[in-house]
């Protein structure tokens, strides 16, 4: 069998976010998605068998061809850049986690609607500013959010974030609570039934569920070290 610990790995992972979200005190549910990129479509079915019902994917062309394969029912999540030009595969994921612009959201819209769909959403934001990540500012959010509002096929359901590569957890925090902050701001802006918190991985997740994230996307503490 493919990952042979991955069912021991799955509960200590859900016993530490327990523990977190305990700790915490934001009272929210948090939900684990696997993140299966580089692996094949047996981490899929590994995944769902272990009882994981959603899987996190980065690249389009990956993921449509492990659709092909996998029998088991997931929830497939896009938690990768999403170029324009690929947005006619968007209908196949349950959630896009990584809207930050308008054009895409345009795109977006436009492949939906051709599908008579209402597709869900987060608003990535870069809290930390960094260059190489992708995301709006936290300035930036309540302009972008406000005007997804006005695209009858899209429907933001919250926030995704990427805090700095660090262990430094005054960093993490401020990147964490960051992100919470623009829920608010989203909900704001016209969607206010949003109320997911997308961050954590597996190097951060439990300061993640200690600051409210209801998503966790974790590759490596699952399936270890990508090639
Ligand atoms: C790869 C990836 C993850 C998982 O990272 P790990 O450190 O392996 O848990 C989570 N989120 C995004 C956006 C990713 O690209």
Redo the contacts with the bound molecule.
Sequence with gaps: MAFPELGLRVRDVQDRIDAAQMRGGHGQTVRLIA?T?THGPDAVNAAAACGVADV?E?KVQEVLDKMQVVSAAVRWHF??HLQRNKTKAAPHFALI?SLDSVRLADALQAAAAQRDRVQNVLVQVNVAGEEQKSGVAPAEVEALAAYIAGLPSLRVTGVMC?APYTDDEVTLRHAFSGARAALGTVRAAGHGEAHELSMG???DYEVAVEEGATLV?????LFGA?N
Excluded: A, P, Q, Y
Aim: no cysteine.
């Design positions: 993140v990129k996190g980065n938690i990768g986690h990427m991985m597996s190097n996307r974790l590759g490596t503490v990508r």
